[in-house]
Structure formats: C-alpha cells, structure tokens
C-alpha cells in the first residue's frame, strides 16, 4: 500500500493547477461535471486547503487563499462553482447561481485558515494573516449560512430564512410574508462538519455562544437520525417536520429521488462525524458511530449508495472511495474487528481514479492521523 506522502503526491499532481499566482483544484479532470466547461468548486477549494495545510505545504495553500480571495462574493463567501470562460480568455463564476455560496465549502476553507494561523501564523512575507482572513469568513457563515431560529446549517447564502410567527400559543412556523424560500426548512448533513464548527467554537471568540449553538444543534438531529432507523446511514438531505425535528423526506429535495437515501452527499458523513469524536470522544454522537461501524462491518462489500435501512440501491453494484473511505475511517474510530477487510477493499479501488474519491480519501488518512489540524 502507498504511503500518505506517495499518494498526496499522486493526487497533488492529479489535482492541483495554477492560474497565475492563484492555485486551484481540476474538480472536472474527466468531464463529468453538468457544467461541462466547470473547472472547481468551493468543496474543491476547502478540500484543497485542508489538505495542504495538513501536508505543511504552504506554498500550495497561499495559492489557494488568493483564489478564495479572488473569488469572493458579495457576502464574502466563496462563489460556489468557476467555469473556464473560453469566450473571456478568463476564468469566472459559473452562470445560474456560481455566484452562490456552498456551505460545506465555506467551513472547510474557513477551518484550514484557523489551522494554518496555528501552523504558520502568517505566510511569508507577513503578505496573509490568516486568521485576519478566517475571522471575517466565520462571520459571514454564521449571518448567511446557519439557520437564526434552529442554528442549523443551511444549504448556502442563497436560501432566505423568514422570521418564525408567533401566535397566542407561541411559535407557529416560518413567515407568511416576504421573502421565503423552499429550502428554509431543508438541510444537507454534508454540512455537519462538527470538528470545523468546533474550530470556530474555540476560535472565532466573539461568536463562539452561537457556534456552541450550531454544534448542539446538529448533534440532536444526529442523535434523532439513529431513531428513525438501526444503520446509523443518515439521508442526503432532511427537512424539518411538524415535530421540530429534521427527518428525510419521502420524495426529492433537491437533487434526485435518492435525497432521501445515503448517497453522493452524506456518504462523507462517517469520516465528518469521526474526526470530531476523535478530539472530543463526545458521547451524544457514539451511539451514531458505533451503528454506522457495525452496519459497514457486517456487509461483504461496500457499495455506493444505500437506503437508511441498510439495503443497497437497487443499480449500485459497485464500489466508490468516495464511500469506502469514510466507512474505514469510522470503523477504525470505533475499533471494528472487521476494519482490516474494508482497508483491503479501498486498496483494491486505487486504480479507479476521480477528483472526488481521492480527496475524500485523502483527507480521511489525514485527518485519522492528524484530527487537530496544525
């Protein structure tokens, strides 16, 4: 098996281009992106920071920051999708909605930047502060990507939260009146990057009540998650009920009729929820884990995309990095028996190569070695 060093160096080489002094991650190396002249995105970017600093390479991670800085919008978060504008000789937001925030994108860049103001203090030169850089971003986050009324995590800058009503018997619900948005009640688990939100718990000092907040939050909804079913898989996307609680729907939310399933969203889930409960060993999200460990140990072989009760889609007869990975990384938090097999299993899905399963991949490793970050 290659070492960490060897395949940061594959997937760098794979992965990382320059555009002048800026540096970017090829997400759409194969062409498979539906914006097929896309070239990154803000997962793309935060996967890359977190990597680099994580591998001390900083060189690689200032490049990052100028791109994040370039690409900066109007709520100083990162525009979600750049495209290769051959017509503009130019790299530029995506049209419909690259403009937009994503908000896993925006934690993770925002949680690199806290780490390598830990590491580095300061690039070379004194020409980043990077927590001057990180600080702000938080807040942009937490006014345009957290729910105010559930502190939840919202799909992005683009989904406007109605103030609740109230009535004589005290709340009653979202707005009437004004601006709404379909997506007020949804949220996508993706986001639950707990070990970011505990980063800016203990580092963006001025907001740290509500990041407390955001991480309570998303622990009860996880714990909840654990009763609707015995897996431990939590769906792509969940949706506020009349209960108060976020459950799957039974149709599509947003992106297909698996939203309701573990699919291309929520399988990073495991490998998010691990390394917070590697710095924290918090007990509210073990019972989640150790479910999640047991179901991935009892299959002969994990494949891409499962319904929360634990039987595969039905055209998902094989097998993804991208799901692999992060179900090796909980079973070795949890200490599963059957840890060695699965770790066999994403061996032999090396050669399969793609921008996502490798990054994911990677940042598992990392992050299993190295939870704190700096």
């Not at 939840?152 to 009437?176: E, F, H, S």
Request: net charge negative.
């Amino acid at each position: 098996m290659p070492s960490i060093e060897q395949k940061y160096s594959q997937w760098r080489a794979d992965y990382v281009r320059s555009w002048g002094e800026l540096v970017y991650i090829d997400y759409n190396k194969k062409g498979e992106v539906e914006q097929k002249n896309a070239i990154t995105c803000s997962e793309a970017i935060g996967y890359g920071m977190l990597i680099s600093v994580l591998m001390h390479n900083q060189q690689d991670f200032d490049g990052l920051v100028r791109w994040f800085l370039h690409f900066k919008n109007k709520n100083g978060l990162l525009a979600w999708q750049q495209i290769d504008d051959k017509h503009n000789r130019t790299y530029s937001n995506a049209p419909d909605g690259g403009s937009n925030s994503a908000t896993d994108g925006d934690v993770d860049v925002a949680t690199a930047l806290f780490y390598a103001a830990r590491l580095w203090g300061r690039s070379p030169c004194g020409r980043y502060d990077y927590r001057q850089i990180a600080v702000p971003l938080c807040k942009a986050i937490l006014e345009h990507e957290i729910n105010p009324y559930t502190f939840m995590p919202t799909l992005g800058d683009w989904v406007k939260i109605p103030k609740p009503q109230m009535g004589a018997m005290g709340y009653t619900g979202g707005a009437q009146y004004g601006e709404e948005s379909e997506y007020k009640d949804v949220t996508r688990p993706s986001d639950f990057i707990l070990s970011g939100f505990l980063t800016f718990y203990n580092e963006d000092v001025e907001r740290c009540e509500e990041w407390r907040k955001v991480l309570d939050s998303i622990i009860i909804t996880i714990q909840h998650q654990l009763t609707l079913n015995h897996t431990g898989l939590i769906a792509d996307f969940l949706k506020q009920s009349a209960n108060g609680y976020y459950e799957p729907s039974a149709k599509k939310i947003l992106e297909s009729d698996n939203d309701k399933d573990y699919n291309w969203n929520s399988c990073r889930v495991p490998w998010r929820l691990s390394v917070y409960y590697l710095l924290t060993r918090d007990e509210r999200i073990r019972p989640a884990l150790m479910a999640q460990s047991n179901f991935f140990g009892s299959l002969s072989e994990i494949h891409a995309g499962y319904h929360l009760n634990g039987h595969k889609i039905s055209d998902r007869s094989y097998s993804d990095l991208s799901y692999t990975a992060p179900a090796s990384v909980v079973m070795w938090t949890m200490q599963h028996p059957a840890l060695s097999r699965v770790q066999n299993e994403m061996d032999n899905l090396e050669g399969d190569r793609s921008y996502f399963g490798d990054s994911i991949q990677m940042l598992c490793l990392l992050q299993a070695r190295n939870p704190r970050g700096f």
